[in-house]
């Protein structure tokens, strides 16, 4: 069963917010039941995977400026509000949600969690690694692909360390942000997809991580300061 071969346990969460913003009070099942006009059919794969920024943004800054009600512990899925408890403020979990669905692979991470049978959580390291090692040993094709993948991380961490001047980035980053598009466009396929592939869909996201990883070396580099990708 994949529940126990990837160590999985289910975790308490919010499940009620009450808010003017709805006329009594909303089960909340998603982060993107929070975002109603930019999701109306409660988030993918309901709906497209892409997402429109700006759109998503004045939402944000909507409920952020009107409402803050209070939330009620009850469902899964949503428990990483806080290292400790849970905020009683709606704008807590309102920015939590905004920094998960904003950021391609946080969102795939979360939509996984949600709707996978095991409700997998991707970006525990011992999920990700196991999900990594099936990937590798199911078929030579595949591990190459996946040691292909390693190399250009590694090509890009060798460029941002020999990088003397942002200008020196410019290539990497157009080239990265191309691999970005890639990897949502082949998630949204994949979401389309009926039955859905939970196995490609996850090593989709473990892709979309990397780029996502190198491109936040590129923003936060510095000349002189010491690169670090995760992978």
Same mark, same amino acid.
């Given at each position: 069963m994949l529940r126990k071969a990837y160590g999985y346990a289910p975790r308490m969460g919010i499940r009620l917010v009450h808010s003017r913003l709805y006329s009594k009070a909303t089960t909340i099942k998603s982060y993107f039941d929070l975002f109603p006009q930019t999701f109306p059919d409660h988030g993918p794969p309901n709906e497209s995977f892409m997402i429109n920024p700006r759109r998503l943004r004045r939402e944000y800054r909507t409920l952020q400026s009107e409402h803050h009600p209070d939330i009620v512990i009850g469902s899964a899925a949503l428990s &990483? @509000? =806080?290292? %400790? /408890?849970?905020?009683? &403020?709606? *704008? *807590? @979990? @309102? %920015? &939590? /949600?905004? *920094? =998960?669905? $904003? %950021?391609?692979? $946080?969102?795939? /991470?979360?939509?996984i969690e949600l709707n996978h049978p095991d409700h997998l959580d991707i970006t525990q390291d011992d999920i990700s690694k196991k999900l990594i090692s099936d990937f590798q040993s199911s078929s030579d094709e595949r591990s190459l692909e996946y040691k292909n993948m390693l190399m250009m991380v590694l090509e890009a961490h060798e460029s941002l360390e020999l990088a003397t001047q942002d200008l020196d980035l410019e290539a990497l980053s157009e080239e990265n942000d191309e691999r970005i598009d890639e990897s949502e466009e082949a998630i949204e396929q994949l979401l389309q997809k009926k039955p859905l592939d939970w196995n490609d869909i996850m090593m989709e996201a473990v892709r979309l991580k990397y780029w996502i990883n190198i491109q936040k070396g590129i923003k936060d580099w510095e000349p002189g300061k010491p690169v670090n990708i995760t992978h």
């Open positions: &990483k @509000l =806080t290292d %400790n /408890a849970v905020d009683d &403020k709606f *704008s *807590s @979990l @309102l %920015n &939590k /949600a905004y *920094s =998960t669905i $904003s %950021n391609p692979y $946080s969102r795939i /991470a979360h939509l």
